[in-house]
C-alpha cells in the first residue's frame, strides 16, 4: 500500500493490477482538492509502468464518489471575484478535468468497481471506464444544474459514454439512474448482487488478462483519437464553472440542498 490507511486516497498493488480507493467515507468519497492530485499522480505512474496491466477504481465504505467537494472554496460561493484578480476555482475545476482526461489516457484498462452512490464528479470518473462494474443498490446522477452550477468538465465525457439523448436527460435535468437502468443504458457493463462485487471483480480481472497489454494499449490509444475528435473544453468548463459558483444560482441552490428545501427557481407553477 502506497498511503498510510489514514490517506484518502489509497493504491494498492497486487501483481499486475493496482487498486485505486476513494477514501473519505464521512464525505462519501467526495473529491477533495488533495484527492483529485492524488488521482492525477496516480495516473501519471500507471502510465508510465509498462507491467501494469488493470486498474480498478473504487471507493470506499458503501460509496463510490459524492462528487467534487468544494472544501476551502466555500467562502466563494455567490462572490463575486475581484477586477484582475486569478480565480482559484478555475485551476481548481481545470485541475479535475486534466483528471478525467488522464483516465482516458490510461494504456491499461480500468475498470471502475461502484457500489453504492456516483453523483456529478463521481459519475464522471465512472464514464471514463472501459468496463464498468456495480452492485444493485448503486444509483448514478450529476445534480449540479439542481443545484445552480453546470456539470462542465464531467459533460463531454457523459456524452461520450451515453450518447445526446441521454446525457441531456442526465446533465440538463438531473435524472437518476438505478443500477439496472445503468445497465440498460450502456452506461453500467456489469451488474452484481450486493454482496458479490469482489468476488465477481476476481472473476472479471481473470478474463481481462485474456487481453495482451501492448494491444489493449495500442487500441486504447486509437480509441482516444477517435473520442478526442471533439474539442478540449477544460478551460471553457472551468471558466463556466468558476463563473457560476460565484454567482447567484449557486448561492441559493446549495443553500436549499442544504436547508432540504427546493432551490428558489423550482418551486414556480408550470405556465
Known amino acids: 500500500m502506497s498511503r498510510s ?4 486516497f489509497l493504491t494498492v498493488r497486487q501483481g499486475d493490477v493496482e487498486r485505486w480507493t476513494l477514501n473519505d467515507p464521512a464525505a462519501r468519497n467526495a473529491l477533495s482538492d488533495s484527492m483529485v492530485v492524488d488521482l492525477f499522480e496516480a495516473c501519471l505512474r500507471a502510465k508510465a509502468d509498462p507491467s501494469l496491466r488493470v486498474v480498478v477504481l473504487t471507493g470506499a465504505a458503501g460509496a463510490f464518489c459524492a462528487g467534487g467537494s468544494l472544501g476551502h ?3 466563494a460561493i455567490g462572490q463575486p471575484l475581484e477586477p484582475g484578480a486569478d480565480d482559484p ?3 481548481a475545476n481545470r485541475a479535475f478535468g486534466d483528471v478525467l482526461h488522464a483516465l482516458c489516457e490510461l494504456p491499461q484498462l480500468l475498470v ?3 457500489d453504492g452512490a456516483a453523483m456529478g464528479g463521481g459519475f464522471g470518473l465512472v ?3 472501459d468496463h464498468v462494474m456495480a452492485t444493485r443498490r448503486s444509483v448514478f446522477a450529476t445534480p449540479e444544474v439542481t443545484l445552480g452550477l453546470p456539470p462542465a468538465q464531467i459533460a463531454p465525457f457523459v456524452w461520450a459514454r451515453l450518447g445526446d439523448a441521454l446525457a441531456r436527460q442526465c446533465l440538463l435535468q438531473g435524472r437518476r439512474l438505478d443500477a439496472q437502468a445503468a445497465q440498460q443504458h450502456g452506461l453500467v457493463d456489469e451488474l452484481v448482487d450486493d454482496a458479490a462485487l469482489e468476488a465477481a471483480l476476481g472473476q472479471t480481472l481473470q478474463r481481462l488478462r485474456q487481453a495482451a497489454p501492448s494491444a489493449v494499449a495500442a487500441t486504447k490509444q486509437l480509441l482516444g483519437r ?3 475528435k ?3 473544453l477544460r478551460d471553457e468548463a472551468a471558466l463556466a464553472f468558476a463563473s457560476a459558483l460565484r454567482g447567484r444560482e449557486a448561492s441559493a441552490g446549495l443553500a436549499a440542498f442544504a436547508a432540504r428545501r427546493p432551490a428558489p427557481w423550482a418551486g414556480g407553477d408550470p405556465a
Open 5 to 8: 490507511l489514514m490517506s484518502k
Open 89 to 91: 476555482l478555475v485551476a
Open 127 to 129: 464514464c471514463c471506464a
Open 226 to 228: 477517435l473520442r478526442w
Open 73 to 75: 472554496f466555500a467562502g
Open 230 to 232: 471533439m474539442p478540449d
Open 112 to 114: 471502475c468497481a461502484v
